[in-house]
């Protein structure tokens, strides 16, 4: 329990840093300019999502003894860098942000997920003490200078390249505090010989991780699609208050995520697996109602704590959270899915995506109809994978 209390710990400072950087942002920036920032930094999230991926797969082959474990965690990162690449060329004069602005967060992608790679060996170690440290103090890090760069009245531009010294900071103290580790470096480690040769040493390992890595790619995009296309259907004034209305259906999304690490092995056995599901998805559906209803309670104080441009949102604050709580519970229906080894699931997920970002481009044309669409999408996706996931179980 302490092992899972401090890596709980850790991801929940890392998460209120993140938030935080919204109230400074927004204030400064104004609506337009902090369209600008929100749009970047969801893109980067997209982007950056193979991450998860590399993660788990270095704390499982870690705990399996293989070699080359640095190397494929730098050739994530080269990929995720090509990809950033590519993603920029298409967000440039999709979303009207300006190439600096869309370089930085570029830049990172690649970063986080050579983060990503150090986390992973000490996770495979069951270091995680030092895992719950390095992500609290890795969040504080990419977080604290972009804060500080706002509230002395950077604009979006020169805050989100603050941010990426800040994540290169926070990706050299990873690596620097896995060298500490007291166990070997993984390249230190003498797998056995059923174990050497390539990491990718069968066509199953192959599909396992790219499998799992669509269906979290998918998962990444479904909580941001709206986001990212906001400032293609809104005007900027209005795309920068969707992307602050956006804060609420990240933090209903990403606070109950603990519950689906905790479960997950659970979800991982057969005979335990349709029990186990039910009772997370109550204890989740609990917490998001419990978010729902303090983000209804709390929006009266939005203009007054932001600023009166972002009055809009008080009377449909709640319905970001609602969003967002809904997408949490359709994170732990994947995370089953994943147990169950039957990602093919995550295919139902990009169909949805699709079909909502169809709706949104065809008929979303204000901040109301836009949130209404993507809590609409999030609702009938959710339902579908439910379906599935107790035929899996």
């Known amino acids: 329990m302490r092992s899972v209390g401090a890596v709980t710990v850790g991801a929940m400072v890392a998460n209120i840093a ?6 400074p942002a927004s204030r ?16 980067m999230v997209v982007v950056a999502a193979p991450s998860l991926a590399v993660q788990a797969v270095i704390a499982r082959e870690v705990v399996r003894g293989r070699s080359g474990l640095v190397r494929l965690g730098v050739q994530t990162a080269v990929l995720v860098a090509v990809f950033s690449l590519v993603a920029g060329a298409v967000l440039v004069p999709l979303t009207r942000v300006p190439v600096a602005a869309a370089a930085a967060g570029m830049v990172m992608a690649p970063l986080i997920t050579l983060t990503a790679a150090a986390q992973g060996f000490l996770q495979g170690r069951a270091e995680f003490r030092r895992l719950g440290w390095l992500l609290g103090l890795v969040g504080v890090l990419r ?30 103290f990873a690596w620097g505090l896995l060298k500490k580790s007291p166990s070997a470096p993984a390249e230190g480690n003498i797998p056995s ?27 990444l995009v479904a909580v941001s699609i709206d986001l990212l296309l906001a400032r293609v259907v809104l005007s900027d004034a209005d795309a920068g208050v969707y992307a602050l209305g956006a ?25 335990r697996r349709a029990q186990s599901l039910r009772i997370a998805v109550g204890v989740v559906s609990g917490i998001g109602g419990m978010t729902v209803v303090g983000t209804w309670l ?32 359709l994170g732990l229906l994947l995370l089953a899915v994943i147990a169950a080894q039957r990602t093919v699931v ?44 107790r035929s899996a179980s």
């Open 18 to 23: 993140a938030y935080l950087v919204a109230i």
């Open 28 to 43: 400064v920036l104004g609506a337009t300019d902090y369209g600008v920032f929100g749009v970047v930094m969801a893109a």
């Open 143 to 172: 977080s604290g200078p972009m804060i500080a760069a706002l509230l002395l009245g950077a604009s979006a531009t020169v805050a989100l390249w603050v941010g990426a010294v800040g994540t290169l900071i926070s990706t050299a």
């Open 193 to 219: 010989a059923a174990h050497q040769g390539s990491f990718f040493s069968s066509r199953s390992d192959v599909w396992s991780v790219l499998g799992a890595s669509q269906v979290q790619l998918a998962l």
């Open 247 to 271: 804060i609420a259906t990240k933090a209903a999304f990403w606070l109950p995520q603990a519950i689906g690490t905790v479960v997950y092995p659970r979800l991982a056995t057969p005979e």
């Open 298 to 329: 709390v929006s009266p104080l939005v203009p007054r704590i932001v600023g009166d441009e972002y009055r809009p949102l008080t009377g449909i604050f709640w319905l970001f959270a609602l969003t967002g709580a809904i997408l949490a519970v």
């Open 346 to 389: 995550g295919i139902v997920v990009w169909v949805s995506v699709a079909v909502e970002a169809a709706v949104i481009l065809l008929w979303a044309d204000s901040v109301t109809s836009l949130v209404v669409i993507a809590v609409s999408a999030a609702a009938v996706m959710t339902g579908i994978c439910l379906a599935l996931a």
